[in-house]
T-cell receptor, first 113, second 114 residues
Framework: DGGITQSPKYLFRKEGQNVTLSCEQNLNHDAMYWYRQDPGQGLRLIYY???????QKGDIAEGYSVSREKKESFPLTVTSAQKNPTAFYLCASDPGGSLDEQYFGPGTRLTVT | AQKITQTQPGMFVQEKEAVTLDCTYD???????LFWYKQPSSGEMIFLIY??????QNATEGRYSLNFQKARKSANLVISASQLGDSAMYFCAMRESNDYKLSFGAGTTVTVRA
């Protein structure tokens, strides 16, 4: 089955540590996205990539970094510079260059204490 | 500036009745798409329905229909014959052709009562 996988579902880290969230898709989509969701709120765009080896900052990129070395993979690193990293993180993808809907992964809930 | 506005934080609906979720949007791009997603408590985002800015007819998908009023920049979601499984958070979103990013509203929580 085609889809987007994110692992792990729940992640716990100590403050000051960097943590990398994985996102893999087998939909052959060119574009991939990372969103952050805080409790009771909508999704905010962190980073997106329209093509391999290229990515752009979204609305809340500070304290985050990404890479896009392969079409299938778009990992997100939450660095120690991110002041409030505890949140629900969703990865998405779409074919790119169109108004098609985005397909979402199941999400990773990150808790930093 | 807020591109998508959902003014109803939460709504209650009786099982088997219809419910309308409001969404207004703001864009100067003539080509755009409007989306509704459902997010149950498990967290995944489920795509429900799509309306293109040039579509003449209102979109329908099973029990979901989109009341598209272009002049008013409104794209309300109607869920007919509500079921207990419809209890979730619902998000309205928009993509513009100039950058293809998806902008989300704050969401509306729907609770279906038996």
């Amino acid at each position: 089955d085609g889809g987007i996988t994110q692992s792990p579902k729940y992640l716990f880290r100590k403050e000051g540590q960097n943590v990398t969230l994985s996102c893999e898709q087998n939909l052959n989509h060119d574009a991939m996205y990372w969103y952050r969701q805080d409790p009771g709120q909508g999704l905010r765009l962190i980073y997106y990539s329209q093509i391999v080896n290229d990515f752009q900052k979204g609305d809340i990129a500070e304290g985050y970094s990404v890479s896009r070395e392969k079409k299938e993979s778009f990992p997100l690193t939450v660095t120690s510079a991110q002041k409030n990293p505890t949140a629900f993180y969703l990865c998405a993808s779409d074919p790119g260059g169109s108004l098609d809907e985005q397909y979402f992964g199941p999400g990773t809930r990150l808790t930093v204490t | 500036a807020q591109k998508i506005t959902q003014t109803q934080p939460g709504m209650f609906v009786q099982e088997k009745e219809a419910v309308t979720l409001d969404c207004t949007y703001d864009t100067s791009d003539p080509s755009y798409g409007l989306f509704w997603y459902k997010q149950p408590s498990s967290g995944e985002m489920i795509f429900l329905i799509y309306q293109g800015s040039y579509d003449q007819q209102n979109a329908t998908e099973g029990r979901y229909s989109l009341n598209f009023q272009k002049a008013r920049k409104s794209a309300n979601l109607v869920i007919s014959a509500s079921q207990l499984g419809d209890s979730a958070m619902y998000f309205c979103a928009m993509r513009e052709s100039n950058d293809y990013k998806l902008s989300f509203g704050a969401g509306t929580t729907v609770t279906v009562r038996a």
